[in-house]
C-alpha cells in the first residue's frame, strides 16, 4: 500500500528518487523478458547494487515483497509508475528549435513514456511556421496561450546561455511546473518548481577526471 504523497515528498531523500526510473525501466525489461518474480539479490545484481540498498529506497513508499519469495514484477512496476507520477500522460513544449531542440522533438523515446511534446518555440521569426514533426514553430508571443489551451505542465529549455534564464521565467510565469534544461547554465527557479539540467559536456568533463592518469 502506497503511503500519502505528502509524507513521501518530505521524507524521501532525491538520490532516491533518482534511481527510481531505473528500477523501473529494468523491471519493465524484465517482463518483456517474461519474468515474473525476481529477488533483491537478483535486481541488485543486474543494476550493481547491494540488496540492502533496494530494500531501503522501496521501504520509503510501502512494502512489496515478501521475505524469501522476492517481488512480483508487474505489481511492482505498476507501484513504481504510480510513485513516479508515469502512469499518466505528461505534456510538454519545446523553447529552442535550433539543432539541439530538432534533436530533442524528434527524439522517440519521450512518447512511449507517456511524455508529449505538443507545442515549439522560438525567438527567431523564420523559424514560424516551420513543421517539426507534426508540431508548427510558434512564437515567443503564443506561449501564455499555447500552454493553457494544451495543458502543458513540462517545458524543455533548449536555448542559448544568455536567452535560458529569460525562457525559464516566462515559462514559470505561465504555468509550467517543470523544467528539464538543456542549456550549458543553471537558471534560478523557485522552490516549487522541479528543474532538472542536461549537460553532456559536464558529464564529460568528470569522467575525465578519472580517465586522466590511465592515459
Not at 48 to 70: E, V
Not at 150 to 176: E, F, K, S, W
Request: aromatic residues 6%; proline residues 6%; charged residues 20%.
Amino acid at each position: 500500500m502506497l503511503r500519502s504523497t505528502q509524507t513521501i515528498h518530505s521524507e524521501v531523500p532525491e538520490v532516491v528518487v533518482l534511481r527510481l526510473p531505473i528500477y523501473a525501466r529494468v523491471l519493465n525489461q524484465l517482463i518483456e523478458e517474461g519474468t515474473d518474480v525476481i529477488s533483491s539479490q537478483q535486481l541488485g545484481d543486474l543494476l550493481q547494487m547491494t540488496p540492502a540498498q533496494i530494500r531501503k529506497d522501496l521501504s520509503y513508499f510501502g512494502r512489496f515483497g515478501k521475505q524469501g519469495r522476492g517481488y512480483n514484477i508487474a505489481f511492482l512496476l505498476d507501484e513504481l509508475r504510480q510513485i513516479l507520477g508515469i502512469d499518466r500522460g505528461w505534456r510538454a513544449c519545446l523553447v529552442g528549435v535550433g539543432r539541439l531542440g530538432r534533436a530533442i522533438i524528434n527524439y522517440p523515446g519521450f512518447s512511449p513514456e507517456g511524455f508529449e511534446i505538443v507545442a515549439a518555440f522560438d525567438r527567431d521569426h523564420r523559424r514560424h511556421g516551420t513543421l517539426l514533426g507534426n508540431i508548427s514553430v510558434e512564437s515567443m508571443e503564443c506561449l501564455p496561450k499555447t500552454i493553457e489551451e494544451r495543458n502543458i505542465t513540462i517545458g524543455i529549455v533548449a536555448v542559448p546561455a544568455v536567452q535560458a534564464q529569460m525562457v525559464v521565467d516566462a515559462l514559470i510565469t505561465h504555468g509550467i511546473q517543470g523544467i528539464l534544461n538543456y542549456a550549458p547554465v543553471a537558471p534560478h527557479v523557485p522552490p516549487h518548481i522541479i528543474m532538472r539540467n542536461i549537460d553532456p559536456v559536464l558529464s564529460l568533463q568528470s569522467m575525465t577526471f578519472y580517465m586522466k592518469e590511465n592515459l
